[in-house]
């Protein structure tokens, strides 16, 4: 779990919601181009709903925040918020960690690993058995 200050939270409120009524005009000043270098080199995208994280001082969007902190699942590539499971050095959804054959769900410890990964042990042993 992660729990971003709230403070930090409510500043970038505070400036999102300003910037939504009145966007920044093109000149330097240091915290547009706080936003713009941190996030837009990232994934090129505003961020959705005026909220973002941050990380190390840095402004992310939901999903780059949790690529820092490598907690993005590795079966969907999104943000991991409650139970996980972590196996073969990834992290996935418990609902997302599933054999790569049949597709059914599997639980740590109850696989078998073959070119990085996983398999039931039926489809394990039919397809390297
Ligand atoms: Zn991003
Ligand atoms: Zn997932
Ligand atoms: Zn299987």
């Known amino acids: 779990m992660f729990s971003p200050s709230t403070a930090t939270l409510v500043f970038f409120y505070f400036f999102a919601d300003l910037f939504a009524l009145f966007p920044p005009p093109p ?3 240091v915290f547009s181009d706080f936003l713009s270098s941190a996030n837009w080199n990232d994934c090129q995208q505003p961020f959705a709903g005026g909220s973002f994280f941050d990380h190390e001082g840095l402004p992310y969007c939901e999903t780059h925040y949790h ?13 991991i918020g409650g139970r996980c499971i972590t196996a073969m050095l990834k992290k996935f959804h418990p609902e997302h960690f599933v054999c790569a054959f049949c597709l059914k769900q599997l639980n740590k410890g109850t696989f078998k690993e073959q070119n990085e990964k996983p398999y039931c042990h039926q489809c394990f042993d039919k397809l390297f058995g």
């Open 67 to 79: 690529q820092k902190r490598g907690s993005l699942c590795a079966g969907c590539h999104k943000p």
């Open 27 to 29: 000149v330097t000043n």
